[in-house]
T-cell receptor, first 115, second 114 residues
């Protein structure tokens, strides 16, 4: 069965510190992987995506993620966190011939940024 | 419009009433998805359409939930005889007809059943 696990429910980091949000997936085929951010009162915004090719993908707002097939992981990173990065972050795996075009989401990681 | 539009943004209804939630996808996006997001959880799949055809409704929790997309554009998610447990954020997303395409999400409809 397809699933996404985000082990950290909540993370607190200091502004300027580095950030890594973990995501592990279970998927029967080649995964299409995404990170979305949800700011308060906003919809889900795509940060970055991985379909194939280079396993290190760059996204918006200075985020990057690395696909590691051997670890079934797609962790999100940012070298220096800004206060405006405080939000809920969702990892998702999507779409295959066998499962239709569903997207499976993790339960999210809430990020707090302290001055 | 430029993005996925959902209406209403907020809906408060009494238990037992029917509600209809609307989604207007991005122009040209033929795949449309409905998700439900409970507080503190990630979005959970309900159903999706390619054009006007409902492809998968396995995520609909029971027969009180239904969805349609009669002309392959705007979609309506209907919940009959609402219950308090139906309270959640209902999100709509649309994509191109392409396996693995990214989904663009609307801002959602916050449904509260009292």
């Amino acid at each position: 069965a397809q699933s996404v696990t985000q082990p950290d429910i909540h993370i607190t980091v200091s502004e300027g510190a580095s950030l890594e949000l973990r995501c592990n997936y279970s998927y029967g085929a080649t995964p299409y992987l995404f990170w979305y951010v949800q700011s308060p009162g906003q919809g889900l915004q795509l940060l970055l995506k991985y379909f194939s090719g280079d396993t290190l993908v760059q996204g918006i707002k200075g985020f990057e993620a690395e696909f590691k097939r051997s670890q079934s992981s797609f962790n999100l990173r940012k070298p220096s966190v800004h206060w405006s990065d405080a939000a809920e972050y969702f990892c998702a795996v999507g779409a295959s011939v066998t499962t239709g075009n569903q997207f499976y989401f993790g339960t999210g990681t809430s990020l707090t940024v302290i001055p | 419009g430029a993005g996925v539009s959902q209406s209403p943004r907020y809906k408060v209804t009494k238990r037992g009433q029917d509600v209809a939630l609307r989604c207007d996808p991005i122009s040209g996006h033929v795949s449309l998805y409905w998700y439900r997001q409970a507080l503190g959880q990630g979005p959970e799949f309900l159903t999706y359409f390619n054009y006007e055809a409902q492809q998968d409704k396995s995520g609909l929790p029971n027969d009180r939930f239904s969805a349609e997309r009669p002309e392959g554009s705007i979609s309506t998610l209907t919940i009959q005889r609402t219950e308090q447990r139906d309270s959640a954020m209902y999100r709509c997303a649309s994509t191109l007809l392409n396996r693995g395409a990214e989904a663009f999400f609307g801002q959602g409809t916050r449904l509260t059943v009292v």
